[in-house]
């Protein structure tokens, strides 16, 4: 049974950085894309960065191009979020997900960690 674990969510000042940690469990991954969505208060989820696993293709929101970088660490079977120069916005529940090459929709999501960024 696949499994998503998030962790590495607090709160952290403005201007800030924070990492975060996806585990997913229960099969390789290596046909896997995972990604990392979040989902303030009072508004939708929203994507914010995936990466594929075997071969580290990424993609970004707008909002977090050049200040969020996703990445891999095989050894380990772990995807990080690297959030630099937070900002305010930045605050919500964070989560995990991943989905196999051939799937259209994410299938398996973590219950998520939250991020408060303070100003």
């Known amino acids: 049974q696949v499994q998503v674990e998030e962790s590495g969510g607090g709160t952290v000042q403005a201007g800030g950085s924070l990492r975060l940690s996806c585990s997913p469990s229960?099969?390789?991954?290596?046909?896997?894309?995972i990604a990392w969505f979040r989902q303030a208060p009072g508004k939708e989820r929203e994507f914010v960065a995936s990466?594929?696993?075997?071969?580290?293709?990424?993609r970004y929101a707008d909002s977090v191009k050049g200040r969020f970088t996703i990445s891999t660490d095989n050894a380990q079977n772990k995807v990080y979020l690297q959030m630099n120069s937070v900002e305010p916005n930045d605050t919500a529940v964070y989560y995990c997900?991943?989905?196999?090459?051939?799937?259209?929709?994410?299938?398996?999501w973590g219950p998520g960690t939250q991020v408060t960024v303070s100003s």
């Open positions: 997900a991943a989905k196999h090459y051939t799937q259209s929709e994410y299938h398996y």
């Open positions: 990466i594929t696993w075997t071969i580290g293709l990424t």
């Open positions: 229960g099969r390789t991954f290596s046909n896997y894309g």
